[in-house]
């Protein structure tokens, strides 16, 4: 195996307390005039993350406000409260990213609003980070291979060289394993409560936390 240079990371899910996002976009929906139970949403939400099979946004619209909505209303209100507080970052973040400075590149390759930046470094994650590849900054959103052709090209790295490491099979796993570069499904965030046999074996390796991370790395 070539060696691992650069490891991408995403955000929300990765690093941060994704019920943030699934928060916000319940009352995007409610605010665009959907009615819903707390149980309803939790129910499609779970739902959509056992699938792993494409945008939440559109499932959750087209679920509460009917197949025919315009996501793109909904997607502007849902931005103006999709923003992690101090408490949202996971624990084992900065721990990680310490073991990780210094043994590879790190870079962000993740869908998310430009202001995103403001908490990471409110959080001291930016210091760590020599890639930027957030997808409002860009132009580009995952799944699509633009995106991640784009974040190896300003890293400078061969895919064979770089991880994507995600909570998604379908925006993270698989996108970057077309592009031939490696990948680690953290279990948390938007994937599965119970990952199925098949879907664990889509990644390089499946960790439940970044506390697992150095040591993933070590063996893919």
């Known amino acids: 195996m070539s060696e691992v240079r650069v490891v991408f990371l995403d955000i929300g899910g990765v690093m941060y307390d994704d019920s943030v996002y699934a928060r916000s976009w319940a009352r995007a929906l409610r605010e665009s005039g959907a009615v819903f139970t707390d149980e309803e949403f939790d129910a499609e939400y779970a739902a959509a ?3 792993q099979a494409g945008s939440f946004r559109r499932r959750l619209t087209s679920r509460f406000l009917g197949p025919d909505a315009d996501i793109e209303p909904v997607e502007a209100i849902a931005k103006e409260h999709w923003a992690y507080p101090p408490d949202a970052l996971y624990p084992d973040v900065l721990p990680c990213l310490e073991r990780l400075a210094g043994r590879y590149r ?3 390759l993740a869908n998310q609003p430009s202001l995103v930046r403001q908490a990471l470094e409110r959080d001291g994650i930016d210091r760590f980070m020599e890639v930027w590849g957030v997808s409002d900054d860009v132009g580009l959103a995952k ?3 633009r995106f991640f052709a784009h974040v190896l090209y300003l890293a400078g790295e061969a895919p ?4 994507m ?5 379908d925006y993270d796993v698989r996108p970057a394993r077309r592009a031939g570069m490696r990948t680690v499904w953290v279990l948390r965030g938007e994937a599965p409560d119970d990952p199925t046999p098949e879907q664990l074996a889509e990644a390089d390796v499946a960790i439940r936390g970044l ?4 040591g993933a790395l070590e063996r893919i």
Not at 160 to 163: G, L, N, Q, R
Not at 165 to 169: A, P, T
């Open 143 to 145: 799944p699509d291979p």
């Open 211 to 214: 506390d697992e991370l150095p």
């Open 165 to 169: 490491v995600g909570d998604r099979l």
């Open 49 to 51: 993350r056992a699938a």
């Open 160 to 163: 064979p060289h770089a991880v």
């Open 106 to 108: 790190l870079g962000i």
